[in-house]
């Protein structure tokens, strides 16, 4: 029988303790916010505690907080958010935990856990440049071994930095300064003021 969230509230705060920096229920979903400090030994408490049972970690993603709220939010600008299935009590959980330095993005890696996290880490390493520690082989999936950069950081321009393309006189593949023209991608009706008028 699936668990009430309000239940589950209340078995994350009695297990997890001082490690739990609060939780949230919106929308039918429970989020639960732990500290970076203590997030090997909260992680291992969800997955193998009887209470909890977290056996399946269905998905790992970066955030990049810059911005949001319209620029009010004056938190840690990274965060990592794991999404949890207990099949044994029927139901999931969202966990975010902040990332303490900006700079250099940092948390403990929970591959050892969750042996799918594995694939997941390097994702958002790749992409937003969050530092997994403990990971047995972080380095970039997605993005070529020389991109310069993390391509889902907010502030990484559309077009990035350079491109790369065959160069068929050198034989091989060369990276060289972005190409593009940037073209307006905002319609005329909304950034002319009296667009159409007079016609």
């Not at 299935?85 to 990332?99: A, D, E, P, W, Y």
């Not at 006189?169 to 009296?194: A, D, F």
């Amino acid at each position: 029988m699936a668990r009430s969230l309000d239940t589950l509230s209340t078995c994350l705060q009695n297990t997890l303790g001082d490690a739990l920096a609060k939780t949230d229920i919106r929308l039918g979903e429970l989020t639960a916010e732990i500290k970076a400090s203590a997030l090997p030994a909260a992680m291992q408490a969800l997955h193998g505690h009887p209470d909890l049972r977290f056996t399946q970690l269905s998905d790992l993603c970066g955030v990049d907080y810059s911005g949001y709220k319209e620029g009010a939010w004056e938190g840690p600008r990274f965060a990592v958010v794991y999404h949890l299935i207990s099949m044994m009590h029927n139901v999931r959980l969202r966990v975010r935990v902040f990332c303490a330095d900006d700079d250099l993005p940092m948390v403990a890696s929970v591959a050892d856990i969750w042996p799918s996290a594995n694939w997941f880490e390097r994702e958002a390493f790749d992409l937003f440049g969050i530092v997994f520690e403990g990971h047995p082989d972080l380095r970039r999936i997605l993005t070529d071994y020389g991109f310069v950069g993390h391509p889902f950081r907010k502030d990484f321009p559309l077009s990035g930095h350079v491109e790369m393309r065959y160069d068929p006189v050198q034989q091989r593949v060369i990276y060289q300064p972005v190409s593009i023209e940037p073209r307006e991608i905002t319609p005329r009706i909304v950034r002319e003021e009296h667009y159409g008028e007079g016609r």
